[in-house]
């Protein structure tokens, strides 16, 4: 299946979405649209490339604007950067696959597409944060390069977007 990912838009069919996560099915059903006209989050959707008609969305992921401590981020990179309070984030709030599309490695095509839309912008970020929410997301997100925040509350991690950078160009 070839998919598209795009800006969520209203014509966006969210009505079917279930990924076995009510909130995160909530979300995206009754929220996402409030969050994206506030400023608050952008949200993106992926779709199948041959639908055309009504764009069933069959994942999504958001973004947003963050800061984490420097104080939890480890000394080996701490001693790298200013000596600001805090550091620059991208924060992916929420990232979700529809139940029929699980297994097709949509995920990491949604957490590919969101570093590259935070590398490739003008919004200075030193790093992509996520808040996983138990030990398997945890571990979709370390397979993925993603580093534990030992420091921070709950299940936080981040991936430095510097190398990542030079290495798009």
Excluded: W
């Excluded at 620059?88 to 490695?105: E, T």
């Excluded at 957490?111 to 912008?121: C, E, T």
């Amino acid at each position: 299946m070839e998919i598209r990912i795009e800006h969520l838009r209203s014509s966006h069919n969210r009505a079917a979405f279930s990924c076995g996560a009510e909130p995160l099915d909530r979300y995206l059903k009754h929220q996402a649209s409030q969050d994206v006209s506030r400023r608050a989050a952008a949200c993106f959707v992926a779709v199948d490339a041959d639908d055309t008609n009504d764009a069933t969305v069959i994942g999504f992921y958001t973004l947003s604007a963050s800061a984490i401590p420097l104080t939890d981020l480890p000394e080996t990179i701490t001693r790298k950067l200013p000596r600001y309070p805090s550091v620059p984030v991208a924060l992916i709030g929420r990232l979700a696959i529809d139940q029929g599309a699980q297994g097709r490695k949509l995920g990491a095509a949604l957490l590919g597409d969101a570093v590259r839309r935070v590398v490739q912008s003008d919004l200075m970020a030193y790093a992509l944060v996520v808040d996983a929410k138990d030990e398997n997301t945890e571990a979709f997100y370390t397979h993925h390069g993603f580093i534990r925040l030992p420091s921070a509350s709950g299940i936080r991690l981040f991936l430095p977007l510097a190398s990542i950078a030079r290495a798009i160009g």
